[in-house]
């Protein structure tokens, strides 16, 4: 073993299923402290170099959007995690890479701006874009040679001509044009009839970059602390095609062992180990005959999945807790020392 973190308690096909059988609220995703806040500061740096002062709040939910007239951003929860952007990849066989979630950011920041100062009760706004209230089209007839409209967004189903889709989303993709720095949209639409939608937008956010917005707060949609649902459930997939790969997977076990707690004074078990991490140790080596390293792997594993978990003892029954964790820390061992694994 050539440490904790690259054992077979930690291999990707065991940190996967772990994943897939935990609900998404569980998870700890944040976007503050994450690799996502670095994104959403260059955002509100570019927001700066034009000179606007709103800068959009954001938060984590099941897509990207903003709610209907909100000035709020939604990114996908699995965009704030290394792991769960590769089983976004498994799974859909696609997930955004810097540059594309910088796309996605301006995009939305745009319908941020909508919103926020109501853009689209302008009285030019129905001439230049449309009407705001049409209809939202989920299905349409693309126009990929159309010079009405700027190309921003790769989307799948209609390649660069997402702007056709709706009057919104036609002010979005200009706007995040505009935005972008170095994208030269002067120089690269001039001959396109879409020129006079890029300078009508410079237009109105110099007239309202100056002045507070009109709303900046509203209701959020189906925020990442809400979605009580399995990651399994949001690809409605099956974990089980994985579960023989996950030799160190013991999430069920400690389940087992320690049933959830929902309410009087408790202590948490992985504080539980932590205080008694020599004692434990020192049995598991006698029994076993394990090397040190392989003991430190086998507790470092109860102690990070009992915290991810947020399993529980009983403040009376502390005692009988650590000797439930010791009889279960001895069987991972016994199994570990003869199998090279842990029993599925």
């Known amino acids: 073993m050539d440490g904790c973190k690259d054992s077979r308690f930690n291999n990707w096909q065991t940190v996967r299923y772990e994943l897939l059988n935990t609900r998404i609220s569980d998870l700890g995703l944040r976007i503050e402290g994450g690799r996502l806040e670095p994104l959403v500061l260059h955002l509100y740096g570019e927001l700066a170099a034009k000179k606007l002062k709103f800068r959009p709040a954001v938060y984590l939910t099941d897509t990207w959007g903003c709610p209907d007239r909100v000035p709020l951003i939604g990114i996908p929860f699995f965009l704030a995690d290394e792991r769960l952007m590769r089983i976004e990849e498994e799974q859909t066989g696609d997930v955004e890479d810097v540059r594309k979630t910088m796309m996605f950011l301006r995009h939305e920041a745009a319908h941020a701006f909508n919103y926020a100062y109501k853009l689209w009760e302008f009285p030019e706004w129905d001439e230049v874009f449309g009407s705001f209230d049409l209809p939202y089209r989920e299905v349409f007839k693309p126009r990929p040679a159309s010079r009405n409209f700027v190309r921003h967004l790769y989307v799948e189903e209609y390649g660069r001509s997402y702007a056709q889709k709706h009057p919104d989303e036609d002010f979005a993709e200009t706007f ?32 309202v970059r100056n002045k507070p917005p009109a709303r900046t707060t509203g209701q959020i949609l189906n925020p990442v602390e809400r979605m009580n649902i399995l990651l399994v459930d949001h690809y409605g997939a099956s974990a089980e095609q994985y579960r023989a790969a ?79 964790a010791a009889a279960l820390a001895s069987a991972l061992a016994m199994e570990f020392a003869f199998t090279g694994r842990l029993a599925r």
């Not at 720095?181 to 956010?205: A, H, M, T």
């Not at 090397?291 to 507790?299: G, N, R």
């Not at 470092?300 to 991810?308: M, T």
């Open 246 to 324: 996950a030799q160190g997977y013991l999430d069920d076990r400690l389940r087992e062992v320690f049933p959830r707690i929902s309410r009087g004074r408790t202590l948490a078990l992985n504080s539980l180990l932590k205080k008694h991490r020599q004692r434990l140790a020192d049995r598991l080596r006698s029994m076993s005959g394990l090397l040190d390293l392989e003991v430190t792997a086998i507790l470092d594993k109860l102690e990070e999945r009992s915290q991810a978990l947020k399993v529980k003892v009983f403040e009376e029954q502390v005692e009988a807790g650590l000797v439930d």
């Open 176 to 207: 995040a044009v505009w935005l972008t720095p170095r994208s030269g949209w002067r120089r690269k639409y001039r001959f396109w009839p879409v020129i006079e939608k890029l300078n009508c937008v410079d237009r109105w956010i110099c007239d």
